[in-house]
């Protein structure tokens, strides 16, 4: 199934089914589930058939079409316990998942007999071994490394883009950062309590495609004060070949920050939650950031933010920029962040708009992840350049005096 993003959520009726499914995931997340019983890639399979219908990817089709669609996927979810039957006897867990899909069929309307949501099929033939390694089978091809791209999208909403463009969006709802042949990553925002711009990434969505012999799809989600170091069915790695595995998720501050290392196409995915707001940067090679069709057009880490969307981030919330508020915000920033750059910016422009000290960690967060994604320290920093629309000239001025004394320091 393609799964596709969508701007803007579209609440339907049979959004009431959301209740129930979410228990089940808390239910089929449990850690008594035992290594026989596969319930948990029943239910995995299940979040990813029924995640478009979800996510607002419904909303150009019909009621009858997604209703179609999600009993389709309940079928196949019915299939997959069935067959767990066994191994699971006894497993609250699976008793859990097949009465809820019994409620949930009931609750559709749906047919006990119809179509089934079927797999992606799988490439035929004999893979070679480094071909789950993405680095060794690029050099023994190409004979170099491959170049690296870098993303982030951190505060309020800020975006590098692959390209290095920069830009801050005023977007609220689903929004597809990336899209593409092997995989697929969301961000969703919502509004905050106060704040002159109140938006915050609360969630992000990220779904590992089937991708030959070397992974089974795969899907992490984090949310606002829940970022799991697992996978949404438990487990914290996939697609085991000769002693090494495709994904593996790790952390070092449980409950703040995960690593995703996906081997077999080169990337490295560091989600973190700074103050009140979640962020992401992605580190995955050009080939692979570049495998998508011209249908896939709205990816934020690929075109930056629509034109509409676009926020001047050098033109500070605060209606006056010599106020004291914006001086001590510049003041903190510059504690944090010496360099005049884009994460200066960021840092200022998230200080003024929440209120909030704690908002100018998303930056210095996303400034050390730049560090350690980008190969080239030159490429690091980037310096901030003006958005549409006229920037008040005296804080312009002062920009760029700023600049000058930076360098002079230097």
């Known amino acids: 199934m393609d799964l596709r993003a969508a701007v803007h959520f579209v609440p339907l009726p049979w959004k009431l089914c959301i209740h129930p499914t979410l228990l089940l995931l808390v239910q089929l997340s ?52 069935k067959r767990m039957a066994r191994p699971c006897r006894g497993d609250l867990a699976y008793h859990s998942a097949v009465q809820g899909i019994e409620d949930l069929l009931i609750q559709r309307s749906c047919p006990r007999a119809g179509p089934t949501a079927q797999p992606r099929p799988q490439p035929q033939g004999t893979l070679s071994e480094d071909t789950c390694l993405y680095e060794k089978s690029f050099f023994s091809r190409e004979g170099r490394m491959p170049e690296y791209l870098h993303c982030s999208v951190f505060g ?28 697929y990553v969301q961000a969703t925002t919502s509004p905050a309590r106060g704040g002159t711009h109140p938006t915050v990434l609360t969630k992000i969505t990220i779904i590992f495609k089937n991708w030959r012999q070397c992974i089974e799809q795969q899907l992490y989600q984090a949310e ?53 707001s979640l962020s992401l940067s992605v580190s995955s090679p050009r080939d692979i950031v570049e495998a998508f069709g011209p249908d896939h057009d709205l990816q934020l880490c690929v075109w930056g933010c629509p034109a509409s969307q676009k926020l001047n981030t050098l033109r500070p919330p605060s209606p006056d920029p010599l106020e004291p508020v914006s001086l001590s915000a510049e003041a903190h920033c510059a504690a944090l962040l010496p360099a005049r750059d884009i994460y200066y910016q960021a840092c200022v422009f998230d200080l003024i708009s929440s ?56």
């Not at 019983?37 to 607002?56: Q, Y």
């Not at 697609?239 to 690593?259: C, I, N, Y």
């Open 156 to 183: 309020d909403l800020h975006i590098r883009t692959f390209s290095n463009d920069f830009h801050t969006c005023a977007v609220q709802g689903a929004w597809p950062l990336i899209d593409n042949e092997h995989l």
């Open 224 to 276: 606002l004060d829940n970022v799991p170091a697992a996978f949404a069915d438990g487990s914290v790695w996939n697609g085991e070949r000769r002693g090494h595995r495709s994904l593996t998720v790790r952390t070092e501050s449980p409950g703040q920050h995960t690593e995703i290392r996906a081997a077999h196409i080169g990337t490295l995915l560091v989600v973190r939650q700074s103050g009140r």
């Open 355 to 410: 209120g909030d000290l704690n908002s100018s960690m998303a930056a210095v967060c996303a400034l050390q992840d730049a560090r350690n994604m980008i190969s080239n320290r030159k490429g690091v920093h980037l310096l901030p350049v003006a958005a549409a629309g006229r920037v008040l000239p005296h804080l312009m001025l002062l920009l760029l005096l700023g600049m000058l004394g930076t360098v002079g320091a230097a």
């Open 30 to 81: 449990l850690p008594e589930v035992r290594a026989s019983c596969r319930i948990l890639k029943c239910n995995s399979e299940f979040v990813a058939a029924t995640f478009d219908l979800s996510s607002g990817g419904a909303a150009a089709l019909s009621r009858e079409a997604v209703n179609a669609g999600y009993c389709s996927a309940l079928r196949t979810y019915a299939m997959c316990t």
